[in-house]
Nanobody, 117 residues
Framework: QVQLVESGGGLVQPGGSLRLSCAAS????????MSWYRQAPGKERELVGY????????NLANSVKGRFTISRDNAKNTVYLQMNNLKREDTAVYYC??????????WGKGTLVTVSS
């Protein structure tokens, strides 16, 4: 059974920090690229960050570059999204995605991040 379980979401004040985790099981985690997406109500889902399976190369959306960091720990089958200097516009449901050569993908159910004072 393939599972991607996000955690770490919650309420945080603007300027604060939060770390999201996505624990994977049921597939060979180290072989998959991992991504974080987010979707706010009434808005399209957008790619936040990406990390490759082998080299660990990362890519971040311009809107979060310099504030967010994506990383992975293959020994723990977990991908992380460290979010610093959070802004109100970061409020969204954050989803974890696993992908294999663009042909296979798995999605988590999401975790809500609310940035508000």
């Amino acid at each position: 059974q393939v599972q991607l379980v996000e955690s770490g979401g919650g309420l945080v004040q603007p300027g604060g920090s939060l770390r999201l985790s996505c624990a994977a099981s049921g597939f060979t985690f180290s072989s998959y690229s991992m991504s974080w997406y987010r979707q706010a109500p009434g808005k399209e889902r957008e790619l936040v960050g990406y990390i490759s399976s082998v080299e660990g190369d990362t890519n971040l959306a311009n809107s979060v570059k310099g504030r967010f960091t994506i990383s992975r720990d293959n020994a723990k089958n977990t991908v992380y999204l460290q979010m610093n200097n959070l802004k109100r516009e970061d409020t969204a449901v954050y989803y974890c995605r696993a992908g294999l050569l663009g042909g296979i993908e798995y999605w988590g159910k999401g975790t809500l991040v609310t940035v508000s004072s």
